[in-house]
């Protein structure tokens, strides 16, 4: 019913027994039905409704005995009239009071619906007596729906021990709290926390218990998932067969930071004072170091390594540095390659790669990826042994190729030695010896012996089996050099060999009988393309700058050049266009050039012969243009 219903039926109600009050001859205290009228206009809700109901009342009691017994002496009439204004006060104030308290009961209610926690209200026999808003929205029911109903059967509560032991803890202190698994309507599980509290009544008794709830499924789902992925960052970590440590770079920022303040150059300061790049490799502080690590640097714990990683990166690694410049320009990631040095003394060639997280928090789990790389030293090592023994079987082969010539260019200085000698005698048996003449024959011997031998010291070093150096070489010399030992083959051929080498060309790095191997390999080459063409057959050696960072050799003759099918396996072992050819000459070539940083290439436009152009880096320290 509204409010303005029951002002209405109230009122009515206070009408209809001052009526009968008055008009009919009862000798009960009808007066007392005021009391019900005065509870109609209470449901109301409003203090002024209750007063203004209760005063009404009074009123027409008052009127009503006026009216019935005017100012006789008391008795009787008057004793009832005065029981029934007292109950009619007495009423009121019960009232009044069980407003004010409903009031506050209400605006209590009103708080605990704001609250983001589910609240609810049971009885000491679980029956729900209250069930507040957001129980409403994360379980589901309406309040009318979870009102009476058992508490853990319509959640079908999960407690985490024995629910009797659990109760007689809350009575023992009051109060609860634990983790259960509860289910919505519609069938959703939800993991939270509940806080219980008992209350009592006035005399002490437990009467209920006030439930509180916070959902942390969410929150229990992300400790759960962060828990298992920090157990497969650990097995990782821990079975990985790649080292790694975990670093703490924290106070490295700070030091780092400190420089940017004063504005200084962090590049360039860093190369400048080795001193704090010491410094700072103390406060890279080591967190965690691997199995994997340990073994390699022959640690018995990461305790052993913690305490000797200064001795095992070395006093002169300069990785440290370049890791150190690549963290202060904000550097994502950064590889290296270094040694360390085991703690036995050995050393390890190793690769390692830094990962700088983003974000200052990131500092503090800088990962270290270091892997073992002394098979694959030794596997280079002996690739390389391999590719100089084969390339100096290329050049015996070369040479065997060439001994035509070579017996011829031994000859002639050998023949011109043989003619100054006998000249020279025939100088020394004339009744008077020509000393003058004898001396020019000797000088002639002279020469021609030096020649014999720089041409026999040219073929041993081409010949000679040793390392491969790396030395600044003119590559004008090399060029001079490579073509003395072809001349004569390329001669005998009717070969003509032009060389347009730029003067003052800039040194190259490089080992000096593999590139005069690469020179000589092309040349004979080019000469025996050309072997069975008639007409002019020429050569063409050029040298010259390509660009700010290299030079070009190229050769190119006038030969019938080489078929298109051919061309894209023409740097290819084993493959030859020569009868009897061991297809090993082009491969060496290619790789001894990409040995020394450069490239080696071929070009054969239809009816231009073929071209191949080699290219190397020159050395930007020993030259400026």
């Known amino acids: 019913m509204s409010r303005a219903g029951l002002r209405f039926s109230s009122a009515v109600l206070a009408f209809a027994v001052f009526m009968i009050d008055v008009l009919t001859p009862l000798e009960g205290a009808v007066a007392v039905l005021y009391v019900v009228a005065i509870l109609l206009a209470a449901r109301t809700n409003r203090r002024s409704d209750i007063i203004v109901a209760a005063t009404g009342c009074v009123v027409l009691t008052i009127t009503a005995y006026l009216l019935s017994h005017y100012l006789e002496a008391i008795t009787s009439p008057a004793l009832r009239a005065l029981v029934s204004l007292a109950a009619i006060g007495i009423t009121t104030l019960l009232v009044l009071q069980n ?118 499924t969410d929150r229990v789902a992300a400790h759960s998932a962060l828990v298992q992925s920090e157990q497969r960052y650990r097995r990782m970590f821990d079975a990985s067969r790649i080292g790694v440590v975990e670093e703490d770079w924290s106070g490295l920022r700070t030091a780092l930071d400190s420089l940017r303040t004063e504005g200084v150059d962090l590049g360039d300061h860093l190369a400048r004072n080795p001193d704090f790049v010491a410094h700072a490799r103390g406060l890279a502080r080591i967190i965690d170091v691997n199995p994997a690590m340990q073994a390699m640097a022959g640690a018995s714990s990461s305790t052993a390594f913690i305490e000797n990683v200064d001795k095992l990166l070395g006093e002169n690694d300069r990785s440290f540095l370049d890791a150190l410049v690549a963290f202060a320009e904000g550097q994502r990631f950064h590889e290296g390659e270094t040694q360390l040095v085991r703690i036995d003394g050995a050393k390890v060639p190793v690769l390692f790669t830094i990962t700088f997280p983003p974000g200052s928090d990131g500092d503090q789990s800088v990962l270290v990826f270091v892997v073992d790389i002394t098979e694959r030293k030794q596997a280079q090592d002996a690739l390389l042994a391999a590719q100089a023994e084969l390339a100096h079987a290329a050049r015996v082969a070369t040479l065997g190729e060439l001994s035509a010539s070579i017996a011829h260019e031994v000859n002639q200085p050998l023949a011109a030695i043989v003619t100054s000698g006998e000249a020279g005698l025939r100088w020394l048996r004339r009744d008077v010896p020509d000393l003058k003449e004898v001396a020019t024959t000797i000088g002639h011997v002279v020469a021609q012996g030096r020649r014999a031998s720089e041409i026999v010291t040219r073929i041993r070093t081409f010949l000679k089996k040793a390392s491969p150096q790396q030395d600044l070489l003119q590559i004008g010399e090399v060029i001079e050099e490579a073509t003395a030992l072809v001349a004569r083959e390329l001669a005998k051929d009717d070969v003509v060999l032009i060389v347009e080498a730029r003067h003052g060309l800039p040194p190259v790095r490089g080992d000096r009988i593999q590139l005069q191997q690469v020179l000589v390999n092309l040349l004979v080459n080019a000469g025996q393309a050309m072997s069975g063409q008639s007409g002019s057959r020429t050569i063409t050696l050029r040298a010259g700058i390509v660009d700010s960072e290299a030079l070009a050799i190229t050769v190119q003759d006038n030969g019938p050049g080489i078929h298109p099918d051919d061309l894209p396996r023409l740097f290819d072992p084993f493959f030859t266009t020569k009868e009897g050819g061991m297809g090993m000459g082009l491969a060496i070539c290619r790789t001894t050039v990409e040995a020394h940083g450069g490239r080696l290439s071929v070009a054969s436009p239809t009816g231009s012969g073929a071209t191949f152009q080699l290219t190397l880096p020159y050395s930007q320290v020993h030259y400026s243009p």
Do not use: C
């Open 99 to 216: 407003q004010a308290a409903t009031t506050r009961l209400a605006a209590q209610a009103r708080l605990l619906n704001l609250s983001h926690d589910m609240i609810f209200v049971r009885d000491r026999s679980g029956v729900i007596t209250f069930w507040n808003k957001t129980a409403e929205q994360t379980y589901g029911w309406a309040a009318d729906e979870a009102l009476g109903q058992l508490a853990d059967k319509l959640l079908r509560t999960n407690y985490p021990g024995r629910r009797e032991a659990i109760e007689a803890g809350l009575l023992d202190t009051g109060r609860w709290e634990g983790r259960v698994e509860q289910r919505t309507k519609a069938g959703a599980v939800l993991t939270v926390d509940a806080r219980w509290a008992l209350q009592h009544d006035h005399l002490g008794t437990p009467v209920g218990v006030l439930e509180t709830h916070t959902d942390v």
